[in-house]
């Protein structure tokens, strides 16, 4: 596996296993509970999280796929990837970002639906990302409504750095729940 798709997915695995943790931390009775009117539960946090992931494992093909057609050739580079200004820019919850439309939980899906769906679009980011092991991934780029223009490293980053942001989150409802601030 190239240096550069290692890190890139270890960095998506060590977020993803925080999201898991924090997950865990919610009793499982809480978690279809919003602490507020306006806010998301556990599960529709997952949810926004498999929606995200789903969509970025579509985009992240079809840019790879158009890379290749576009003669994009085998990674040479070496240097790190990851960003840590960008994460923690993702990862700060005081920077408010509403989520897009496409993004919105609808189905309201159940706790456990919600994890495995999340955990599916996972896998199919990591399948997509594997797929391209070895291709120069920062050669191609694709637009973020928030962020602008990230090359595929950067997008992959963001996809970790998004679920540590919405690990936060699940943290923060479930001390709300605890706190008496839901159901």
Do not use: C
């Given at each position: 596996?190239?240096?550069?798709?290692?890190?890139?997915?270890?960095?998506?695995?060590?977020?993803?296993?925080?999201?898991?943790e924090?997950?865990?931390?919610?009793?499982?009775?809480?978690?279809?509970?919003?602490p507020?009117?306006?806010?998301?539960?556990?599960?529709?946090?997952?949810?926004?999280?498999?929606?995200?992931?789903?969509?970025?494992?579509?985009?992240?093909?079809?840019?790879?796929?158009?890379?290749?057609?576009?003669?994009?050739?085998?990674?040479?580079?070496?240097?790190?990837?990851?960003?840590?200004?960008?994460?923690?820019?993702?990862?700060?919850?005081?920077?408010?970002?509403?989520?897009?439309?496409?993004?919105?939980?609808?189905?309201?899906?159940?706790?456990t639906a919600?994890?495995?769906?999340?955990?599916?679009?996972?896998?199919?980011?990591?399948?997509?990302?594997?797929?391209?092991?070895?291709?120069?991934?920062?050669?191609i780029?694709?637009?973020?409504?928030?962020?602008?223009?990230?090359?595929?490293?950067?997008?992959?980053?963001?996809?970790?750095?998004?679920?540590?942001?919405?690990?936060?989150?699940?943290?923060?409802?479930?001390?709300?729940?605890?706190?008496?601030?839901?159901?």
């Amino acid at each position: 596996m190239h240096i550069r798709i290692e890190e890139v997915l270890n960095h998506f695995a060590k977020y993803r296993q925080e999201l898991r943790e924090a997950v865990a931390g919610v009793p499982a009775k809480d978690q279809a509970v919003q602490p507020a009117p306006e806010s998301w539960s556990v599960a529709g946090v997952l949810e926004h999280v498999a929606l995200v992931e789903t969509a970025a494992a579509g985009l992240l093909k079809a840019k790879i796929s158009e890379g290749r057609k576009a003669g994009v050739g085998p990674e040479t580079e070496t240097s790190a990837v990851v960003n840590p200004r960008q994460v923690a820019k993702v990862q700060d919850r005081s920077y408010r970002i509403a989520a897009g439309e496409a993004s919105q939980p609808k189905s309201n899906l159940d706790p456990t639906a919600a994890l495995e769906a999340s955990e599916r679009a996972y896998d199919a980011v990591r399948s997509v990302v594997l797929d391209a092991d070895g291709l120069a991934l920062g050669e191609i780029s694709a637009p973020h409504r928030v962020f602008g223009s990230l090359n595929l490293y950067e997008w992959i980053t963001f996809l970790g750095s998004h679920e540590s942001r919405h690990a936060a989150q699940i943290r923060e409802i479930g001390a709300a729940l605890a706190g008496g601030g839901g159901g």
